[in-house]
């Protein structure tokens, strides 16, 4: 039975017991700011539904869904459970009550019950990505011209911009309260960006990008040390692919270390 909550309040003993847990626990409850957003706050946006799986009146899945009606969108901010049938029944139950929605689901990667549940619906699975943290405060010297976004950029920074990403250049551009814009220039041409949170305590990239022409040279680089330099005294954290070794050692040298259990992968649905 799936029950429509208000509040988590009797069930924190459960969300303790599975997030404590290395195969089921939930990489977007990894710090109190997260679990507060994310959990035993979520009920208060409207966006949100917090979702309890039951079985016999006993909690057996938690699940909190971030959902946009008016953009047939979902994302799952919160899936914990070690049943197998709770993932079923919350999957059957979205199917149903939501169909025609894009939904995302961010998971920990040792999670096979919910892999296989998604395997299942045809979900197409990204790459493993490794947490990283930003711990040290690393002086980095360049020559590359990094600025902030202005109007006048407006026209390449949309065309160069990722297109099968949820925040879109244009999305972006109308949430300027919550994102800062970086951008590379060279000879007066944009060739890469940065899209990162400014408002949190912990910001984070969505998005870093140069043109395939210009890699190599170090704007990804100096766009972060910029990014970085602006964000102080804030915390920041990025997402890279787990097996991106030699960028990763690149991300290591300005300062940020891996954060151990808190690996994600995302899939996407079609409901």
């Given at each position: 039975m799936i029950k429509i909550l208000a509040t988590i309040d009797e069930y924190m003993d459960f969300v303790h017991e599975i997030n404590s847990d290395p195969n089921f626990s939930e990489p977007m409850l990894s710090s109190e700011t997260q679990m507060q957003r994310?959990?035993?706050?979520?009920?208060?946006?409207?966006?949100?539904?917090?979702?309890g799986v039951f079985d016999n009146g006993e909690m057996i899945g938690l699940f909190v869904f971030l959902i946009l009606d008016d953009e047939s969108y979902m994302e799952m901010l919160v899936g914990l459970s070690r049943a197998e049938e709770a993932y079923d029944e919350i999957l059957h139950y979205l199917k149903e009550n939501y169909k025609g929605y894009e939904v995302d689901f961010v998971y920990n990667p040792h999670n096979y019950l919910l892999h296989n549940s998604l395997s299942a619906m045809k979900a197409s699975f990204e790459k493993e990505q490794q947490k990283l943290?930003?711990?040290?405060?690393?002086?980095?010297?360049?020559?590359?011209?990094?600025?902030?976004?202005?109007?006048?950029y407006k026209e390449p920074y949309i065309?160069?911009?990722?297109?099968?990403v949820y925040?879109?250049?244009?999305?972006?551009?109308?949430a300027l309260d919550k994102f800062r814009v970086i951008l590379a220039v060279e000879d007066g041409e944009v060739v890469g960006y940065i899209d990162i949170t400014y408002t949190s305590e912990e910001n984070e990239p969505y998005d870093i990008f140069v043109k395939e022409e210009y890699r190599g040279k170090g704007y990804e680089k100096a766009m972060l040390a910029k990014a970085i330099e602006l964000n102080k005294p804030r915390g920041m954290m990025l997402l890279m692919d787990a097996d991106e070794t030699l960028l990763m050692e690149e991300y290591e040298s300005l300062g940020f270390v891996k954060s151990e259990r808190e690996n994600s992968v995302t899939a996407h649905v079609l409901l």
């Open positions: 994310n959990l035993t706050n979520a009920s208060k946006a409207p966006a949100n539904k917090v979702f943290i930003l711990v040290n405060d690393v002086e980095y010297k360049h020559d590359k011209e990094i600025i902030l976004y202005n109007s006048q065309v160069m911009h990722s297109k099968d925040w879109t250049a244009e999305k972006v551009l109308d």
